[in-house]
């Protein structure tokens, strides 16, 4: 259905290309330990967004209280869409950790399929656990709307592989074909 939200949306973003970005690991911090997943969406407009997904926490929140949370599932995650420059501060300059981007090869259409299934996600609560439904487990989600044919979460069968970690998620990138130069 025609939704002039979604086009409004959709012609402000003007995409042009997606990356996958993995943010190292911080071992200071158990919510970094494995690393940290994200999505840059490039516009033809110059301007650059960060597709993030994670747990939604009280930033005053005990730190043993949010590793045990994280590891039970004790957290709702949410998809978010904020300037990439933001992103950029807060791992690189705030918390010192390197960003390592890879562009995937998708075509317009496919874009525009996982944008659109992105706009339908925008408002939806999801468990969210650092194991497994984590941000590399939600964004392989969005990539295999985009690209049926990858089946990339069929690479992390729950009962032989109980955990979804970021760098596991670019190789499973790599493997499928969806990195580019």
């Not at 002039?4 to 290309?17: G, L, N, Q, S, V």
């Not at 690189?92 to 998708?106: A, G, K, M, T, V």
């Not at 939806?124 to 969005?142: A, H, K, P, R």
Request: glycine share 6%; aromatic share 12%; net charge negative.
């Amino acid at each position: 259905q025609p939704c002039e939200r979604f086009d409004a949306w959709f012609k402000a973003i003007d995409p042009a290309a997606l990356s996958y970005v993995f943010a190292s690991s911080d071992v200071s911090s158990a919510a970094t330990m494995f690393g940290h997943t994200l999505m840059k969406l490039e516009g033809r407009n110059g301007h650059s967004n960060a597709i993030n997904y994670s747990a939604v926490v009280d930033d005053a929140e005990n730190s043993l209280l949010y590793a045990a949370r994280g590891v039970a599932g004790g957290y709702i995650g949410v998809f978010a869409m904020a300037p990439y420059n933001e992103k950029i501060d807060e791992y690189s300059r705030i918390e010192n950790r390197d960003l390592w981007e890879y562009p995937l090869l998708l075509e317009p259409d496919e874009l525009r399929r996982l944008l659109l299934h992105l706009w339908e996600m925008r408002e939806v609560e999801f468990d969210y656990n650092f194991f497994d439904e984590n941000c590399s487990y939600q964004l392989l989600t969005l990539l295999d709307v985009a690209r049926t044919d990858l089946h990339l979460l069929a690479q992390f069968p729950r009962m032989i592989y109980p955990h979804v970690i970021p760098i596991d998620t670019v190789r499973a990138l790599k493997r499928g074909g969806l990195i580019g130069a």
